[in-house]
């Protein structure tokens, strides 16, 4: 119980460290809010590391209400949570399947938290007219999974 808390917390605190040093830099992409999601690296990684997928979700959990702690912006938990449990039911389903690689189930979870993110907006701003962004952040997202699946791949969890 001890080594899966601990197992827990540090990779909660890895997730949390690569949301808050991506957001001090400006994104260098042509629309608001793209950004490569790299605490999603430590999400994925769980997913197919740790022994318990809930483990997985607890971490982004924690990272999501940490994150609007640290960066003192209430608003940001309906994005990062509309997104980031929508990415992550998609990722669990086609992991589950057997059909898909990391690399491919992340690639969905990148292109899922953007579409949980563009439903959060048109909510939250009462227009549809945020998803003519969409097309651009689906393949963002797609290509940003890519990535973070390759990354979340590389790495071995230690003894």
């Known amino acids: 119980m001890a080594r899966r808390l601990t197992r827990i917390s540090i990779l909660t605190a890895m997730s949390l460290t690569f949301f808050l040093f991506e957001g001090i830099f ?3 992409f042509f629309l608001p809010g ?3 999601g790299l605490a999603n690296v430590v999400t994925v990684f769980a ?4 022994e318990n997928e809930v483990d997985a ?5 924690l990272r999501n209400f940490l994150s609007v702690i640290f960066s003192g912006s209430p608003t940001i938990i309906f994005f990062s949570l509309s997104g980031g449990l929508l990415s992550f039911a998609a990722m669990i389903f086609l992991k589950r399947s057997e059909k898909f690689s990391v690399v ?4 969905a979870g990148g292109f899922f938290h953007n579409l949980g993110q563009i439903f959060c907006a ?3 701003m009462e227009s549809v007219s945020v998803f ?3 097309g651009a952040l689906g ?3 797609i290509v940003s999974g890519i990535f973070i699946g390759k990354l979340a791949n590389s790495v071995k969890l230690p003894k």
Do not use: R
Not at 47 to 50: I, M, R, S
Not at 104 to 107: I, K
């Open 122 to 124: 048109a909510v939250l």
């Open 132 to 134: 003519f962004y969409f």
């Open 47 to 50: 997913l197919y590391k740790l």
């Open 57 to 61: 979700l607890i971490i982004l959990l």
């Open 104 to 107: 491919g189930v992340s690639a």
């Open 26 to 28: 400006p994104t260098p």
């Open 34 to 36: 793209m950004k490569l």
């Open 139 to 141: 393949i963002f997202g």
